[in-house]
């Protein structure tokens, strides 16, 4: 049998174009809506086309028209087997009710293991300044000068100052805060994919840094400086790290597939939208950190009480924590965002 | 381990109710030429954006500074977010060399998918210009970096979208090899479909063709068909190598058949 391309093409042609144009309009619309009839429609010319791909395939020997047939088909296929809801707006007022704190307490455990790697690296870190001051020096970056002094310069050089040190470099201050803690716990996600080695290895050595910096002051008598210089931020950045690190583990769960039956891709398939949600908690944590780095941390006594500061980080750390474990328990709404 | 051999390498889909479509794969070699663009248009939108940020700075230098410092960075990641989510896949570069980011199911491209495979590429890029990425891409059979592994998407060779103009096919009404129909039945023996479909191809492509090599392909099919299946003067007189190829085409793909769509094969 050979087909009569030329025939064949001018007869099938109306309804190719019929195709084409409905498929413009539905993958142009980011909610299509169609009606029972326009479904029927659809889903006849996708299966005249299918069915004249077929025909091509086999007789025509036509790369071109066959090429074109391909894209139709993969188009409408697309369209019709999408049983995801193609919607992708977001009612941004459930996701931050119910969708961020279920996603969290849903890998609640991966948060822990995070939490678990930088408790382990402070401890770490702490003991290695207990046994060798000069640890710090090996292990602090360079751009931590402020750290590297000792306690006691710092507290008597910061308590001095009578005026706004920071006026008129605050914005791109947090802009520069906002953008490197960012860009740290995305790539901590992201190096999850090695099978969570280098997560692990962040988390340890962000730790490491945190438990040097602790045990100086601590041990200096410096400690209300400490929690009033860093609970203000660090409450909403240290869990913000974390769940970059939560992310990375999730990721590194779906690369090992420890006691999963699934393929790679269908378990990536299940954690793609529970990242997301945890990249755009991180972002926005590390936004409103970065501004509270920037207007708050930075002024101390006599310009700002300890004790306010230390109140504040505390309260936002408890409401943080409770935001994320203890809200969003709707049934309703679990079984939407599961669906 | 050997390499996969990536001039070959597509992405096949057999449907449910079995019909079986497939896309060329994008190479490690063409993304990253590819990327090389978007890298130029990244830093050709963050010149422009440092310029912008002069006026401000003039208002409010620490404004201007921030402004430029989150500017460059939302740049650097929402770049490739932005353009494949409005562009349904494709970015300046991908545009230019005729890729495509598609779902690894061929089913619609989702919001997250575009996120996640950009935000990987800060471990695809390490150490240095896509080296991990590109390293993943050339081994995985279907040239994937890390990206597009946890986002599920492939890089696709984007396929033309334009229905061939088979108009061409028809030429004249009149194909005077109609009338010797036992050297049309040789014509048939001798030639067959397959190198009949050559000069279909031809024909449908002619307007994409310069005149010069248009011409000298015509004459070369022109020759190899004369060459199997002699016609006889009163025959192929006053015809243009073309319409002598028109006509093979004619008297070959579509012999006479009372049957519209599906004729009997010779």
Redesign the interface.
């Known amino acids: 049998?050979?087909?009569?391309?030329?025939?064949?093409?001018?007869?099938e042609?109306p309804h190719?174009?019929e195709l084409e144009v409905i498929l413009s309009v539905y993958?142009g619309d980011s909610e299509p809506r169609l009606t029972l009839d326009e479904v029927r429609n659809l889903h006849y010319l996708y299966?005249r086309a299918?069915s004249g791909?077929?025909?091509v395939?086999a007789?025509g020997?036509?790369?071109?028209?066959q090429?074109?047939l391909?894209?139709?088909?993969?188009r409408a296929?697309?369209?019709i087997?999408?049983t995801?809801d193609?919607s992708?707006r977001v009612a941004i007022l459930r996701w931050f009710r119910f969708t961020v704190p279920q996603t969290f307490r849903r890998h609640l455990r991966a948060f822990e293991l995070a939490a678990a790697l930088t408790l382990l690296g402070a401890i770490l870190g702490g003991f290695a300044l207990s046994v060798d001051p000069y640890a710090k020096e090996a292990l602090v970056p360079s751009g931590f000068a402020h750290v590297m002094e000792s306690p006691e310069e710092r507290v008597a050089k910061e308590e001095s100052i009578r005026t706004d040190q920071m006026a008129?470099?605050?914005?791109?201050f947090?802009?520069?805060l906002?953008?490197n803690n960012?860009?740290v716990s995305?790539?901590a996600?992201?190096?999850g994919?090695?099978w969570g080695i280098f997560t692990c290895i962040i988390l340890v050595y962000n730790g490491a840094l945190l438990g040097m910096v602790a045990w100086d002051y601590i041990t200096a008598g410096e400690t209300e400086f400490l929690l009033g210089w860093l609970l203000p931020h660090g409450s909403v950045e240290i869990p913000a790290i974390l769940i970059g690190g939560q992310a990375g583990f999730i990721?590194a769960g779906?690369v090992l597939g420890w006691g999963s039956r699934q393929s790679?891709?269908a378990r990536?398939?299940n954690i793609?939208?529970d990242?997301?949600t945890l990249?755009l908690l991180i972002v926005l944590l590390l936004i409103w950190a970065g501004i509270i780095e920037s207007f708050f941390s930075q002024y101390h006594e006599p310009l700002l009480p300890y004790s306010v500061k230390i109140f504040f980080g505390a309260t936002q750390l408890a409401a943080l924590f409770y935001y994320l474990l203890a809200t969003g328990k709707d049934a309703s709404a679990i079984s939407h965002a599961r669906s | 381990m050997p390499a996969p051999s990536h001039a070959t390498s597509v992405l096949s889909?057999r449907?449910?109710?079995g019909?079986?479509?497939?896309?060329p794969l994008a190479g490690p070699i063409v993304r990253f030429l590819a990327w090389w663009i978007d890298a130029l248009a990244i830093l050709g939108i963050n010149i422009g954006l440092s310029s912008s940020v002069a006026f401000v700075a003039a208002v409010?230098?620490?404004?201007a500074?921030?402004?430029f410092?989150?500017g460059a960075?939302i740049v650097s990641?929402g770049y490739g977010m932005f353009l494949e989510w409005i562009w349904?896949g494709q970015t300046l570069g991908k545009k230019f060399f005729g890729l495509r980011v598609i779902?690894?199911q061929?089913?619609?491209l989702?919001?997250?998918?575009i996120?996640?495979r950009n935000?990987?590429r800060?471990?695809d890029s390490l150490p240095i210009g896509y080296a991990i990425g590109g390293a993943f891409a050339y081994w995985h059979p279907q040239c994937k970096r890390?990206g597009d592994?946890?986002?599920?998407t492939v890089v696709i060779l984007a396929?033309?979208?334009?229905?061939?103009d088979?108009?061409q096919?028809?030429g004249a009404k009149y194909n005077s090899f109609r009338n010797y129909p036992h050297l049309e039945a040789r014509l048939r023996q001798q030639v067959g479909?397959?190198m009949?479909?050559l000069g279909?191809?031809a024909l449908?492509?002619r307007d994409q063709l310069e005149s010069g090599p248009r011409a000298r392909l015509f004459a070369r099919l022109a020759n190899l068909y004369r060459k199997l299946v002699r016609f006889p003067d009163e025959a192929t007189e006053s015809l243009t190598d073309e319409q002598y190829v028109r006509n093979v085409v004619d008297s070959?793909?579509?012999?006479k058949?009372k049957n519209?769509?599906?004729?009997?094969?010779?």
């Open positions: 049998m050979i087909l009569d391309l030329e025939k064949f093409a001018r007869s042609q190719w174009k993958e299966e299918s791909l077929n025909k395939s007789f020997h036509e790369p071109q028209l090429s074109y391909e894209g139709l088909v993969a296929y697309a369209a087997h999408q995801r193609s992708e008129g470099q605050q914005v791109q947090s802009a520069f906002m953008r960012i860009r995305f790539l996600m992201a190096l994919v090695a990721i779906a790679l891709r990536f398939r793609l939208d990242l997301i990249v | 889909i449907t449910p109710e019909v079986a479509f497939s896309y409010s230098p620490d404004i500074g921030a402004i410092i989150i960075f990641i349904y779902d690894d061929a089913l619609r989702r919001g997250p998918q996120i996640m935000l990987l800060a471990i890390l592994l946890v986002g599920r396929r033309p979208e334009a229905l061939p088979l108009a096919i028809a479909v397959e009949a479909s279909l191809r449908i492509r070959i793909l579509r012999p058949s519209p769509t599906v004729a009997p094969a010779a």
